[in-house]
């Protein structure tokens, strides 16, 4: 029986290129686990885009004398290009300014306005004397309350995970010049947490979560002991979704971008729909209590998807709520945090455009900061190019199948089988199920780790049998042997599909098959009822189901070999290194 699964991916957002943290912190485990459920036949719906809202970048549009929604185009233009580039398979990758995404927020604002969950009232707002506008909680800094920090956000301290008001911080100060901030009385639309707190308990003691991470579960579990508090949902801004209240004081005021955002996952499947001439089937996913909803994301982000989102879906009623929330820890360079500040990062797409994507997908899968920070090393990125996938995977597919073409020009007909091929043979049908086991649960590191112990195996195997000496003195002993080196690399391309799918293509057409095992993502335009024009990240992955050891047909093609992964040298990363 298929099941539905929501691939549900942080939103990226819009005032800057995505660096190497995206990708390995959110939109490459979830492009991992998308391909694994496809191939295990099941119905993945993969969705994200662009977080266009919110002060940042009204100020970066104002900066350059342009409209914020020059902005937007500019980045979500880079988003798509460096997100297709790294072959991440997104059902839809949008924007939330959008018509759609528009009609959804003020729906969902409605819907919980009706319901009773959200509230008016008059709070202190962090205002700027020397800018004369109020500022919104990103761009206020100071004590946290909690832990005592000294750099912690208006909303949120980094160092705690607590959440707060930016009135509760000691000193507290603009990050835009330093100058300390003032609060004034503002009258906003509450969410009321408080009142949702019962019916998001129940929701989160009614189910067994010992799979989630444990960041996940200690971040929620230390958030809902403090209990919870109204938390505003509209801001004093002129850029963002208009709050759809009739009252004249909110006409200059908009959505707080945080609550339009996250109600993207939401708007991005029914705009999927709508694409795909089928506007009914988001429900497949959406209205669905079998649907399971997995979201990507950073740890930074973590009480936003296990209590406000899921409380807001438990307000509006009759949505899917998250089953996982596989939250990744902060991804580094050379061992220190990034900074686009200190000119300290590394740009996903200045990496795409010197290495292969494989070779940088498997690195930073191998790397991903899963369960502790980790770090992008260039030497280790290039000893795990060449010794990895050049010296293991690569060596191994590319000295079998030229046997294979040279001396069959197809898959030979084995004879008998020896202990060591039934060993070899084994390992294969079995990883089948370890690395699944390890997918299902979102271990990503660890699925690829034992998915990439065949190719050593494996090559171990073909070096101990000595096929090149074989076709000449034992003719049937070298079919059988290579027949058995033909068949594990038929099934770690598979394997290896979810993590490596531009290789994986290249064998399976090696192996001398057709069609598409790793179909990629393309660039379309869409066309919004109001005449604007923006591109999306769409795709067509409806390929047959695969992820079983299946036998690769004796007599098939074997086509000649070409290299897969390419040795770095030195200079080449030097030269990138340069442009940091
Ligand atoms: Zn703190």
Redesign the pocket.
Same mark, same amino acid.
């Given at each position: 029986m298929a099941d539905n699964i929501l691939v549900a991916v942080a939103w990226p957002y819009a005032n800057g290129p995505l660096h190497v943290g995206h990708v390995a912190g959110t939109l490459l485990p979830a492009d991992i686990f998308a391909r694994y459920h496809r191939l295990r036949g099941n119905r993945v719906l993969m969705v994200s885009g662009s977080d266009c809202h919110g002060t940042p970048i009204t100020l970066q549009a104002n900066r350059e004398g342009v409209a914020p929604e020059e902005v937007i185009r500019r980045y979500h233009a880079s988003f798509i290009e460096t997100i297709r580039s790294f072959g991440i398979s997104f059902d839809l990758f949008t924007q939330t300014y959008t018509p759609n995404h528009y009609t959804c927020t003020r729906a969902f604002f409605l819907k919980l306005l009706n319901n009773g969950y959200l509230r008016r009232e008059s709070a202190l707002a962090s205002y700027s004397e020397s800018l004369r506008r109020f500022l919104p909680d990103r761009f206020v800094e100071g004590i !946290?309350p /909690? $832990?005592g920090?000294t750099k912690?956000r208006g909303d949120q !301290?980094d /160092? $705690?995970g607590?959440l707060h008001d930016p009135s509760q911080l000691r000193h507290p100060h603009s990050t835009l010049d330093a100058a300390p901030v003032t609060f004034r009385q503002t009258e906003h639309f509450v969410l009321a947490l408080d009142k949702l707190e019962p019916k998001l308990r129940e929701w989160l003691n009614s189910r067994d979560r010992s799979y989630w991470r444990t960041n996940t579960f200690d971040f929620t579990s230390n958030w809902l002991r403090e209990g919870l508090h109204g938390r505003s949902i509209t801001r004093d801004l002129e850029w963002g979704v208009p709050v759809p209240a009739e009252s004249e004081d909110f006409k200059d005021k908009r959505i707080y971008v945080w609550f339009d955002a996250v109600i993207g996952y939401y708007s991005a499947a029914i705009e999927w729909a709508e694409r795909i001439g089928a506007p009914e089937r988001w429900r497949d996913w959406w209205q669905n209590p079998g649907a399971r909803h997995y979201y990507f994301i950073g740890k930074d982000n973590i009480p936003f998807h296990t209590i406000i989102w899921p409380a807001m879906l438990i307000g509006y009623g009759g949505l899917t709520l998250p089953h996982d929330v596989p939250a990744n820890e902060f991804y580094n360079l050379e061992g220190e945090k990034m900074s686009t500040s200190r000119g300290w990062a590394l740009w996903a797409q200045d990496l795409q455009d010197r290495f292969r994507p494989d070779a940088l997908r498997y690195y930073l899968a191998a790397s991903a900061p899963e369960g502790r920070d980790t770090s992008w090393y260039w030497s280790e990125f290039i000893r795990r190019n060449n010794d990895e996938l050049v010296a293991t995977w690569g060596n191994l597919v590319h000295r079998v199948i030229n046997l294979a073409h040279q001396h069959f020009g197809s898959v030979p007909q084995p004879g008998d089988f020896s202990e060591a091929d039934r060993t070899i043979l084994e390992a294969g049908v079995a990883a089948f199920s370890r690395v699944g086991g390890l997918l299902e649960s979102v271990q990503i590191k660890a699925a690829l780790q034992e998915a990439f112990g065949l190719p050593r195996r494996t090559n171990q195997y073909i070096s101990e049998q000595e096929p090149w000496k074989l076709v000449k003195s034992n003719p049937l002993r070298a079919r059988t042997v290579i027949y058995t080196g033909l068949q594990m690399i038929d099934h770690l391309k598979t394997l290896l599909c979810p993590f490596l799918p531009f290789s994986s293509q290249r064998v399976h057409e090696l192996l001398g098959y057709a069609g598409t095992v790793a179909p990629l993502p393309v660039v379309e335009e869409a066309n919004d009822p109001e005449g604007c024009t923006r591109t999306v990240l769409t795709g067509n992955y409806g390929e047959p189901s695969c992820w079983t050891p299946g036998a690769i047909p004796v007599g098939q093609t074997i086509r000649a070999p070409e290299l897969l992964f390419e040795k770095l040298e030195f200079e080449k990363t030097d030269e990138a290194t340069q442009t940091i």
């Open positions: !946290c /909690n $832990c920090y912690a !301290c /160092n $705690c607590t």
